[in-house]
């Protein structure tokens, strides 16, 4: 008997079926992969499943017995647990408060700390998540964070699992240990539902696999049955390229010229100390990195939200070290944001809205003061149909797309301002196989045109594929500089984690100002 | 699954047309509801209450005017406040920037004794929005190089102004005589009643232009109404407003300057508050004295809340607003349920409104129902 089953669940939201008489069989000690591109469904099932969402038809059952799941209180009873993508701790308590926080042990209103931590210890070796009982949250790695979720649902009493996108945000290191202790926890009886997009991760870590598109689900197969490019026909229901083609690069002028830039984070600590390179012309350059390493600060400098505090910018010879947001756009700089509902979109607005976005100011949008809406109104519906948004019309709201349109809008209205340079941050972050494939062919679009790219991406086979020279940045400097060919990810790997720091300033000179057919 | 998609756009705005004025609709309905219930529960008989709430705001042409005259000054102060909120401040302060503007009208109406209306009168509007925009300054500069929170700023500031006008009305500006009061402006510096516009003769054969002291201001309200409407849809400043409101990051990176917008948006709220005090000095009191707002710039952040920050929507919720005080006394007087019960009502409303979800329950419940009828 299965764990969990779902029949025929149905969700509907205005004017969008999310999920249309979906059946699926959770059996004890399994791991299934729920794939599917943004907005199949999935998380919209597992929200259902966990009662953050109540379903409009169909039934849940657990152990074979209908369960009434109208909360997360009343899943978390039945044995339900999930960990979602955007963490839910509090972040100046100790990972102990975390864990224990709703369910704390004592009595009287007092929490017996000192149970609830041998608890949290005992919990943490059965399952072999090691952790530190009394760390604060906010001095946590996103991996550890990820793993007090984990541990805070197996102390609630989980037996059956839901992670959303779980590497959504974790290092290569950091998914090996993360699918390390998914094998444990199902080794001790519990079951998981593993939501992703990614091919490889479903091939590495699932027992079987749940395909679904469109709210519905398309297959189901195993890891040993099938392969990622059949994988990823199910889930887009076409043909999909994973490696992109590109002819040898054709370096025009400089663009981008960058020498000894230096810039300070949030805290005022240095974080780009004394960066130099220059991007041509028909050229991508990426900065690999691991996350926090100053790659953040650097792109914000060249984008104009940070001043930086000593080095020179210039584009096509123009000094732009301290122009602001918007002449660097007058000046031809696109920027497609590291964090798109931070700072790509305004979530409120509808998409026409969004789309003028930074351009608003500028004719044929808008002439002394005044928005002229027939014009925007054109541009939206052509982009929109050019970047293949998938929308009923350019007046829906933005947050009501899915995360994969969400990114192509961002990417249609910043490389349909034609720049001289896009600065692309973690374009596909978060992406399925069919946007992503979309996202980087847009960017060889560029690249072909003439365009300069600098390209910052924690996805090292992104950079493998689309760059023509690799930047591998490491503590706010540049260590390495690779040749696409050059590069493997073993190698990069090895620099982005400090790899050879012994040598690092030496390093560091050496790949200084880097020639790239511009002058210096 | 083709034919839903294609059926979206009509069903999504039909949708969104009806959460925007459904939610206050409903809100306002619930508030009378539970009022009545109070009411009665307070021994009183609702049913008298409100038939009485009803003929002293609605029951004639005399009594309209007297739910537009109260309405008039709420209109601007809702424009304020709800301008300010699309740009994600909360002006907390028009009743100083209103205070402000009645000085300036008030002060300019004397001064310039003499001059023609069609000069005079645009002088003083324009003079009294400056005032406002000028008191709503110094906060806004605060809040953009300082972050100091315009809620205690501009709070801090309506007692500075409201002092102010108290001190100037019984010194350097009073009348002569005893009464703490500025002189009155002349007839060429009022807004005019509505049925004074006609003759005696038209007002007998129309007498639904009996407005009584309903005064041209209305005129001036729905105006800025709809160019306020116009400035947020139509311009790129009210594009930057809403913007910075929704979403400060993403502006930011687009370029749009954060702090400059804040202080724009501050300084209009406080324009629009400014112009409730001229029009209230120009069509009310046709002078300045102490009590002149009986506390219109906080009313008005109930009227824009009411309206859900729409310009267009703070008319209706204005007169919403105007009515209920009209009705009060009538209330009192022949129900005998003490006009105070009205501050209960205009509280539930506010309560309703701000506690939306509760509202949008019984709405989604609603739909919840009609579709699985459907299906």
Same mark, same amino acid.
């Given at each position: 008997?299965?764990?969990?089953?779902?029949?025929?669940?149905?969700?509907?939201?205005p004017?969008?079926?999310?999920?249309?008489?979906?059946?699926?069989?959770?059996?004890?000690?399994?791991?299934?992969?729920?794939?599917?591109?943004?907005?199949?469904?999935k998380?919209?099932?597992?929200?259902?499943?966990?009662?953050?969402?109540?379903?409009?038809?169909?039934?849940?059952?657990?152990?074979?017995?209908?369960?009434?799941?109208?909360?997360?209180?009343?899943?978390?009873?039945?044995?339900?647990?999930?960990?979602?993508?955007?963490?839910?701790?509090?972040?100046?308590?100790?990972?102990?408060?975390?864990?224990?926080?709703?369910?704390?042990?004592?009595?009287?209103g007092?929490?017996d700390?000192?149970?609830?931590?041998?608890?949290?210890?005992?919990?943490?070796?059965?399952?072999?998540?090691?952790?530190?009982?009394?760390?604060?949250?906010?001095?946590?790695?996103?991996?550890?964070?990820?793993?007090?979720?984990?541990?805070?649902?197996?102390?609630?009493?989980?037996?059956?699992?839901?992670?959303?996108?779980?590497?959504a945000?974790?290092t290569?290191?950091?998914?090996?240990?993360?699918?390390?202790?998914?094998?444990?926890l199902?080794?001790?009886?519990?079951?998981?539902?593993?939501?992703?997009?990614?091919l490889?991760?479903?091939?590495?870590?699932?027992?079987?696999?749940?395909?679904m598109?469109?709210?519905?689900?398309?297959?189901?197969?195993?890891?040993?049955?099938?392969?990622?490019?059949?994988?990823?026909?199910?889930?887009?229901?076409?043909?999909?390229?994973?490696?992109?083609?590109?002819?040898?690069?054709?370096?025009?002028?400089?663009v981008?010229?960058?020498?000894?830039?230096?810039?300070?984070?949030?805290?005022?600590?240095?974080?780009?100390?004394?960066?130099s390179?220059s991007?041509?012309?028909?050229?991508?350059?990426a900065?690999?990195?691991?996350?926090g390493?100053?790659?953040?600060?650097?792109?914000?400098?060249?984008?104009?939200?940070?001043?930086?505090?000593?080095?020179?910018?210039?584009?096509?010879?123009?000094?732009?070290?301290?122009?602001?947001?918007?002449?660097s756009?007058?000046?031809?700089?696109s920027?497609?944001?590291?964090?798109?509902?931070?700072?790509? $979109?305004?979530?409120?607005?509808? *998409?026409? @809205?969004? +789309?003028? !976005?930074? %351009?608003?100011r500028t004719?044929?949008?808008?002439? &002394?003061?005044?928005?002229?809406?027939?014009?925007?109104t054109?541009?939206?519906r052509?982009?929109?149909?050019?970047?293949?948004?998938?929308t009923?019309?350019?007046?829906?709201?933005?947050s009501?797309l899915?995360?994969?349109?969400?990114?192509?809008?961002?990417?249609?209205?910043?490389?349909?301002?034609d720049?001289?340079l896009?600065?692309?941050?973690?374009?596909?972050?978060?992406?399925?196989?069919?946007?992503?494939?979309?996202?980087?062919?847009?960017?060889?679009?560029?690249?072909?045109e003439?365009?300069?790219? $600098?390209?910052?991406?924690?996805? *090292?086979e @992104?950079? +493998?594929? !689309?760059? %023509?020279?690799?930047?591998?940045?490491y503590?706010? &400097?540049?260590?390495?500089?690779f040749?696409?060919?050059?590069?493997?990810e073993?190698?990069?790997?090895?620099?982005?984690?400090?790899?050879?720091?012994?040598?690092?300033?030496?390093?560091?000179?050496?790949?200084?100002?880097?020639?790239?057919?511009?002058?210096? | 699954?083709?034919?839903?998609?294609?059926?979206?756009?009509?069903?999504?705005?039909?949708?969104?047309?009806?959460?925007?004025?459904?939610?206050p609709?409903?809100?306002?309905?619930?508030?009378?509801?539970?009022?009545?219930?109070?009411?009665?529960?307070?021994?009183?008989?609702?049913?008298?209450?409100?038939?009485?709430?009803?003929?002293?705001?609605?029951?004639?042409?005399?009594?309209?005017?007297?739910?537009?005259?109260?309405?008039?000054?709420?209109?601007?102060t809702?424009?304020?406040?709800?301008?300010?909120?699309?740009?994600?401040?909360?002006?907390?302060?028009?009743?100083?920037?209103?205070?402000?503007?009645?000085l300036?009208?008030?002060?300019?109406?004397?001064?310039?004794?003499?001059?023609?209306?069609?000069?005079?009168?645009p002088?003083?509007?324009?003079?009294?929005?400056?005032?406002?925009?000028?008191?709503?300054?110094?906060?806004?500069?605060?809040?953009?190089?300082?972050?100091?929170?315009?809620?205690?700023?501009?709070?801090m500031?309506?007692?500075?102004?409201?002092?102010?006008?108290?001190?100037?009305?019984?010194?350097?500006?009073?009348?002569?005589g005893?009464?703490?009061?500025?002189?009155?402006?002349?007839?060429?510096?009022?807004?005019?009643?509505?049925?004074?516009?006609?003759?005696?003769?038209?007002?007998?054969?129309?007498?639904?232009?009996?407005?009584?002291?309903?005064?041209?201001?209305?005129?001036?309200a729905?105006?800025m109404?709809?160019?306020?409407?116009?400035?947020?849809?139509?311009?790129?400043?009210?594009?930057?407003?809403r913007?910075?409101?929704?979403?400060?990051?993403?502006?930011?990176?687009?370029?749009?300057?954060?702090?400059?917008?804040?202080v724009?948006?501050?300084?209009?709220?406080?324009?629009?508050?400014?112009?409730?005090?001229?029009?209230?000095v120009m069509?009310?009191?046709?002078?300045?004295f102490?009590?002149?707002s009986?506390?219109?710039?906080f009313t008005?952040?109930?009227?824009?809340?009411?309206?859900?920050?729409h310009p267009?929507?703070?008319?209706?919720?204005?007169?919403?607003?105007?009515a209920?005080?009209?009705?009060?006394?009538?209330?009192?007087?022949?129900?005998?349920?003490?006009?105070?019960?009205?501050?209960?009502?205009?509280?539930?409303?506010?309560?309703?409104?701000?506690?939306?979800e509760?509202?949008?329950?019984?709405?989604r419940r609603?739909?919840?129902?009609?579709?699985?009828?459907?299906?």
């Amino acid at each position: 008997m299965p764990v969990l089953e779902l029949r025929e669940i149905t969700k509907v939201f205005p004017g969008v079926i999310a999920n249309e008489r979906v059946s699926l069989e959770l059996e004890k000690g399994e791991i299934v992969a729920l794939l599917g591109e943004n907005g199949a469904g999935k998380t919209t099932l597992m929200n259902v499943v966990y009662g953050l969402l109540s379903a409009d038809g169909g039934e849940i059952l657990m152990d074979g017995e209908p369960a009434k799941i109208k909360s997360p209180r009343q899943a978390i009873d039945h044995g339900i647990g999930m960990v979602h993508q955007h963490f839910m701790l509090v972040e100046p308590l100790t990972v102990t408060e975390n864990i224990v926080l709703g369910r704390e042990p004592g009595r009287l209103g007092v929490i017996d700390f000192k149970i609830a931590r041998e608890r949290v210890i005992e919990i943490s070796q059965r399952y072999g998540l090691k952790i530190d009982p009394d760390a604060r949250i906010e001095d946590l790695s996103v991996g550890m964070q990820q793993r007090v979720e984990i541990l805070k649902a197996l102390f609630q009493g989980a037996r059956v699992l839901i992670l959303d996108e779980p590497t959504a945000v974790l290092t290569p290191q950091e998914v090996r240990e993360l699918f390390g202790v998914v094998r444990s926890l199902v080794d001790e009886g519990l079951s998981v539902v593993f939501i992703t997009h990614k091919l490889e991760e479903v091939m590495a870590v699932a027992d079987r696999i749940v395909v679904m598109r469109d709210g519905r689900v398309v297959g189901e197969t195993r890891p040993e049955d099938t392969d990622e490019i059949g994988l990823a026909r199910m889930m887009v229901g076409r043909d999909v390229v994973l490696r992109v083609e590109k002819p040898v690069s054709t370096c025009g002028d400089t663009v981008l010229e960058v020498s000894d830039l230096h810039a300070d984070d949030e805290r005022g600590l240095e974080a780009v100390k004394g960066v130099s390179f220059s991007v041509c012309g028909g050229e991508v350059v990426a900065v690999a990195g691991v996350s926090g390493n100053g790659q953040t600060e650097l792109v914000d400098c060249i984008v104009g939200l940070r001043r930086p505090t000593g080095g020179t910018m210039h584009l096509k010879g123009k000094d732009i070290t301290h122009a602001s947001a918007r002449s660097s756009i007058e000046a031809g700089v696109s920027h497609i944001p590291e964090d798109r509902h931070r700072r790509g $979109l305004v979530l409120e607005f509808d *998409l026409a @809205e969004n +789309l003028i !976005l930074g %351009d608003h100011r500028t004719p044929p949008y808008s002439t &002394r003061g005044l928005l002229h809406p027939k014009a925007v109104t054109t541009m939206a519906r052509k982009r929109i149909d050019d970047y293949d948004v998938r929308t009923p019309s350019e007046k829906v709201i933005a947050s009501n797309l899915s995360g994969g349109n969400q990114q192509k809008l961002v990417v249609a209205r910043e490389i349909g301002r034609d720049p001289e340079l896009l600065v692309a941050a973690q374009p596909t972050r978060g992406l399925d196989v069919g946007a992503i494939e979309f996202v980087h062919r847009q960017i060889l679009d560029e690249r072909a045109e003439g365009k300069a790219v $600098l390209l910052v991406s924690l996805e *090292l086979e @992104e950079v +493998l594929s !689309l760059a %023509d020279r690799i930047l591998v940045m490491y503590e706010g &400097r540049i260590v390495r500089e690779f040749t696409a060919d050059e590069a493997d990810e073993e190698t990069l790997g090895y620099y982005m984690t400090g790899g050879g720091g012994v040598k690092l300033d030496d390093d560091a000179r050496q790949a200084g100002p880097i020639e790239s057919g511009g002058d210096a | 699954m083709s034919d839903s998609r294609e059926g979206l756009p009509a069903q999504r705005r039909w949708m969104t047309v009806l959460q925007k004025v459904g939610t206050p609709l409903v809100s306002a309905a619930l508030a009378v509801l539970v009022g009545s219930i109070i009411i009665w529960a307070s021994g009183y008989d609702a049913g008298a209450a409100f038939a009485a709430l009803f003929k002293g705001s609605l029951g004639g042409p005399k009594q309209i005017g007297d739910t537009i005259l109260r309405a008039i000054p709420l209109i601007f102060t809702g424009l304020a406040v709800g301008y300010g909120f699309r740009a994600g401040l909360f002006n907390i302060g028009a009743e100083g920037q209103l205070f402000l503007g009645g000085l300036a009208a008030a002060w300019l109406g004397v001064v310039l004794a003499g001059l023609p209306w069609i000069i005079v009168v645009p002088i003083m509007i324009i003079a009294s929005a400056l005032a406002g925009a000028a008191w709503a300054f110094i906060p806004a500069i605060l809040k953009a190089r300082i972050g100091a929170h315009e809620v205690i700023t501009t709070m801090m500031f309506t007692y500075i102004g409201r002092y102010l006008v108290s001190w100037l009305v019984i010194g350097p500006l009073k009348a002569p005589g005893q009464i703490p009061q500025t002189v009155a402006i002349p007839p060429e510096a009022q807004l005019p009643r509505i049925q004074e516009l006609f003759s005696a003769g038209t007002l007998e054969a129309l007498p639904f232009l009996q407005l009584g002291r309903a005064h041209l201001g209305i005129v001036v309200a729905v105006l800025m109404a709809v160019l306020v409407w116009v400035i947020l849809k139509y311009t790129t400043l009210g594009y930057e407003n809403r913007a910075v409101g929704f979403n400060p990051w993403a502006s930011e990176t687009a370029g749009i300057s954060v702090q400059w917008t804040t202080v724009k948006a501050l300084c209009i709220s406080g324009a629009l508050a400014g112009l409730a005090g001229s029009v209230e000095v120009m069509g009310v009191h046709h002078r300045l004295f102490d009590q002149f707002s009986s506390g219109f710039g906080f009313t008005g952040i109930a009227v824009a809340l009411l309206a859900k920050n729409h310009p267009i929507g703070v008319i209706p919720a204005a007169l919403l607003f105007g009515a209920l005080s009209a009705g009060a006394g009538t209330m009192q007087f022949e129900a005998d349920v003490p006009q105070k019960i009205i501050l209960i009502i205009q509280a539930l409303v506010i309560f309703f409104v701000a506690a939306e979800e509760i509202v949008l329950w019984f709405v989604r419940r609603r739909q919840k129902e009609a579709m699985s009828h459907a299906g």
